[in-house]
C-alpha cells in the first residue's frame, strides 16, 4: 500500500509564493505518475498538476499555467509543486495523488491519496 506524505501550504497572500513536496513510500515501485488535486468548500476536488515519474512528462490545469510548476526528485518518490502569483482563487484543501497510469485530469483514475493540506490566499 502506497503511503503519501506531504507538506507545505498555509497562508500567504495574494501574489506570494508557496511549495508543496509529496513523499511516497510503500510499494512505489507500483506508481507512475504523482499529482496535485484541491477541493474547495463547496465545489468539486479538480486537478491542479500531474507529473510522470518514469520520463517526467507534466500537465497542468489551465487555471495554473504559467503561475504552478510540478516537478519530481531523482529518487522518483518526491514531487513538489512550487506555486507562484496566488490568487484568493487558488485558496482550497489541496491533494497529493499516485495513479500506476499516465497524468490524467481525471481524479478517479488515481489509487492513492495523501490527507491534503490546506492554502488560504488572502486578497
Known amino acids: 500500500q502506497v503511503q503519501l506524505a506531504e507538506s507545505g501550504g498555509g497562508l500567504v497572500q495574494a501574489g506570494g509564493s508557496l511549495r508543496h513536496s509529496c513523499v511516497a513510500s510503500g510499494g512505489t515501485f507500483s506508481t507512475n505518475t504523482m499529482g496535485w488535486f484541491r477541493q474547495a468548500p463547496g465545489k468539486e476536488r479538480e486537478f491542479v498538476a500531474a507529473i510522470t515519474q518514469s520520463d517526467g512528462v507534466t500537465g497542468y490545469a489551465d487555471s495554473v499555467k504559467g503561475r504552478f510548476t510540478i516537478s519530481r526528485g531523482n529518487a522518483k518518490n518526491t514531487v513538489w509543486l512550487q506555486m507562484n502569483s496566488l490568487k484568493p482563487e487558488d485558496t482550497a484543501v489541496y491533494y497529493c495523488?499516485?495513479?500506476?497510469?499516465?497524468?490524467?485530469?481525471?481524479?478517479?483514475?488515481?489509487?492513492?491519496w495523501g490527507q491534503g493540506t490546506q492554502v488560504t490566499v488572502s486578497s
Open positions: 495523488a499516485a495513479s500506476v497510469g499516465t497524468v490524467s485530469f481525471r481524479s478517479g483514475l488515481y489509487d492513492f
